[in-house]
């Protein structure tokens, strides 16, 4: 079974520029999720999708973050501006259904200078 | 607020030993308890989840799960070096549907 596929793996950027980060989850999973991981901290959930519908935005700083998941299947998540406090690792998991667990991507590892 | 809380360590166990990790957690709801392993500079990988009160054993791991309390523990029997990674805690709150992590305890095998 394929796994989860992100890319890029790395990206730096300069504050004010924008960065858009990519997602393929595992065929047949209906659920996508987006979590930011700062260095010594724990995944926080920032946008988590059923399908094409988005479940949970609660966390996602909407001024400047965005994502979309077109045909229910691969999912972009977009910075605009970034600022120095969203360098990060953004990680991106898919699961069949919650109480299974997810199964995450490699993430992609943002450096905003 | 939802939380899920951990001790950071790091803590370091002698190789053979047995290591034990715990968790706490906030929402009485909750159904499903999970623990991933991170290895630095990967991504986190799904070892165990738990959603009954008592034990679960899964070769030299078992998650052990006490709701009474709000309590999730794992232990690592016979400890290896290649075991030495974070250890995330991640509760399922069904009121949400969604995982929340704890910020992970690092664990440090000795030889």
């Known amino acids: 079974e394929a796994g989860v596929a992100q890319s890029p793996r790395y990206k730096i950027i300069e504050k004010r520029q924008s960065v858009a980060f990519w997602c393929n989850p595992i065929s047949g999973h209906a659920t996508l999720y987006w979590y930011q991981q700062i260095l010594g901290q724990g995944p926080k959930l920032l946008i988590q999708f059923q399908n094409n519908g988005v479940v949970d935005d609660s966390q996602l700083p909407k001024d400047r973050f965005s994502a979309e998941r077109l045909k229910g299947v691969d999912s972009t998540l977009k910075i605009q501006p970034a600022k120095l406090e969203d360098s990060a690792v953004y990680l991106c998991a898919s699961g069949i259904r919650a109480n299974y667990g997810y199964t995450f991507g490699s993430g992609t590892r943002l450096t905003v200078v | 607020q939802k939380e899920v809380e951990q001790n950071s360590g790091p803590l370091s166990v002698p190789e053979g030993a047995i290591a034990s990790l715990n968790c706490t957690y906030s929402d009485r709801g909750s159904q499903s308890f999970f623990w991933y392993r991170q290895y630095s500079g990967k991504s986190p990988e799904l070892i165990m989840f738990?959603?009954?009160?008592g034990d679960k054993e899964d070769g030299r791991f078992t998650a052990q799960l006490n709701k009474a309390s709000q309590y999730v523990s794992l232990l690592i029997r016979d400890s290896q070096p290649s075991d030495s990674a974070t250890y995330l805690c991640?509760?399922?709150?069904?009121?949400?549907?969604?995982?929340?992590f704890g910020s992970g305890t690092r664990l440090s095998i000795r030889p």
């Open positions: 991640a509760v399922l709150y069904s009121s949400a549907s969604k995982i929340i």
């Open positions: 738990i959603y009954s009160n």
